[in-house]
């Protein structure tokens, strides 16, 4: 499910447009590891791991997970779920 920041319609104080950050959720409900196809642009380019179920705690153990848009770059284990925040130049 991608959750898209750009297309709030609530407007600032002063009528200006409201941007968040866009958002990627992985859920993998089988029984065996998966490659997820991330979407590339326009949604994205590069997308980094917030969230990660395969860990106890939900975060990544170390530096954080870099994936490139467009490509089989999301490996998921089974019955897992992963947040992925749109990472904007």
């Known amino acids: 499910m991608y ?6 319609r609530h407007r600032g104080s002063r009528g200006e447009q409201v941007v968040d950050h866009s958002y990627l959720i992985l ?8 490659r997820f ?4 642009p326009p949604w994205a ?3 980094e791991t917030i969230i990660d179920t395969r860990y106890l705690s939900g975060m990544i153990d170390g530096p954080v997970a870099h994936h490139q848009g467009r490509t089989t770059d999301a ?3 089974a019955r897992s779920v992963q947040l992925l925040r749109v990472v904007r130049a």
């Open 45 to 47: 380019g590069e997308y």
């Open 27 to 34: 859920l993998h409900s089988g029984d065996e590891p998966v």
């Open 37 to 40: 196809f991330l979407p590339g």
């Open 75 to 77: 490996p998921a284990v």
């Open 3 to 8: 959750l898209d920041g750009r297309g709030l």
